[in-house]
């Protein structure tokens, strides 16, 4: 209870004491502004990037170019895939989709494909597309995936994707020796202004 009647007091005293120290008063709040505020902007600036770089590893998919097979062994093949643990997802693309896709993304153009709407003459395979729990994974599921009956070849962007898991795994390291860095020095400048 003392203490709320002394604030009064106390509002007064600091009060004059940066009236008499006015420069060395607006140093140390001017050094305090700029730490705080460049430590919560690196912090903003990290949450993004994090932020971003989970998107795209998110986006991270496997796509299995299947053989010729028949849909009995199409079948077999995605129950098998879906048995899997590191596998979260399994999606069938046909043929006639991927041709729609393709067409889709060639916009005016499109025009170029008419000539394979049909199954017969479409040149596209039938694919699977894989999604694994742990992007990380990526790599050795679709290395296990090719060794398997049925399987034409397998694409998840080899080399892209390793660069991407590599450069995030140094971005997180470098942000948090910087977050580190500039936390340990905004306490020191924070504790010597005070």
């Not at 060395?24 to 305090?32: E, H, R």
């Not at 009995?72 to 043929?95: D, W």
């Not at 008419?114 to 742990?134: I, M, Q, R």
Request: charged fraction near 25%.
């Amino acid at each position: 209870m003392t203490g709320l009647k002394n604030f009064p007091y106390f509002f007064k005293e600091a009060f004059k004491s940066l009236c008499r120290n006015g420069w060395m008063s607006l140093a140390s709040i001017a050094v305090v502004a700029v730490t705080l505020f460049l430590l919560g902007a690196f912090l903003l600036v990290n949450y993004n990037v994090n932020f971003f770089a989970e998107g795209v590893k998110d986006q991270v998919e496997i796509v299995v170019y299947l053989d010729d097979i028949s849909p009995a062994e199409r079948e077999a093949l995605r129950i098998h895939l879906i048995g899997l643990e590191e596998i979260q997802e399994v999606r069938f693309v046909s043929k006639r989709e991927a041709m729609e896709r393709l067409k889709a993304s060639m916009g005016d153009r499109a025009s170029y494909l008419e000539d394979y709407e049909n199954d017969a003459n479409n040149p596209l395979p039938d694919s699977f597309e894989v999604k694994t729990v742990v992007p990380e994974d990526v790599p050795v599921v679709a290395q296990n995936i090719r060794k398997l009956s049925g399987v034409d070849r397998v694409d998840y962007g080899e080399g892209f994707v390793e660069r991407l898991f590599e450069l995030t795994r140094g971005v997180k390291l470098a942000a948090f020796v910087f977050m580190l860095s500039l936390g340990i020095t905004a306490v020191f400048l924070i504790a010597n202004t005070i």
